[in-house]
């Protein structure tokens, strides 16, 4: 299934909406911008599957390789295990995820890493569910998400995106479609 939803996500827009914020990012006393990608794809038939899914895009990512180790994430299939923490709050609402997830080197002239959660719309009922949860107090208003990525050993890198009332309206109108009814 990761495979359907990776050249799902390498075809991009064309099989689904994207919205891209600017976040931050830290890793010991580095700081640097980061980018959250939101995805939400529609169902077409039998053959395609819709998927729901974020992406923190990290860039410069080689500046930090020899602290990080960005190949225990790299592939469909990565095994680097349960080392990611994600939480959302809004006002009135919050939400945690301990998952994990899977990345590859992005070719933006930035050379970012993509840690990426995906879920598939059929098929992975209780994954949807979860990322859903997670996601929704983003659409709600002024909300936050902090994204802890460990890795196998050492420290881990914490990435935060502030979201806005107006950051969250296009947030709902992107993954409403998205989320289980």
Do not use: K, Y
Request: hydrophobic share 45%; proline share 6%; charged share 20%.
């Amino acid at each position: 299934m990761r495979i359907i939803l990776l050249l799902l996500l390498m075809a991009g827009p064309a099989l689904g909406q994207t919205l891209t914020l600017p976040g931050e990012a830290r890793f010991g006393d580095d700081r640097r911008g980061a980018r959250f990608t939101f995805l939400c794809s529609e169902s077409a038939g039998p053959q395609v599957t819709g998927v729901l899914g974020v992406q923190l895009e990290l860039p410069r990512h080689d500046t930090l390789r020899r602290q990080f180790n960005f190949d225990a994430f790299e592939g469909p299939d990565a095994r680097a295990g349960r080392r990611t923490q994600l939480e959302s709050q809004a006002a009135g609402a919050a939400a945690r995820m301990q998952t994990d997830v899977s990345g590859s080197i992005g070719v933006a002239e930035d050379s970012p890493f993509l840690f990426g959660l995906h879920a598939a719309r059929r098929g992975e009922v209780a994954r949807l569910s979860e990322l859903s949860r997670l996601m929704a107090p983003l659409t709600l208003g002024a909300a936050q998400l902090s994204w802890t990525q460990w890795q196998p050993r050492g420290a881990a890198i914490e990435a935060r995106l502030a979201v806005s009332a107006a950051d969250a309206a296009r947030l709902r109108a992107l993954l409403s479609p998205c989320f289980p009814r």
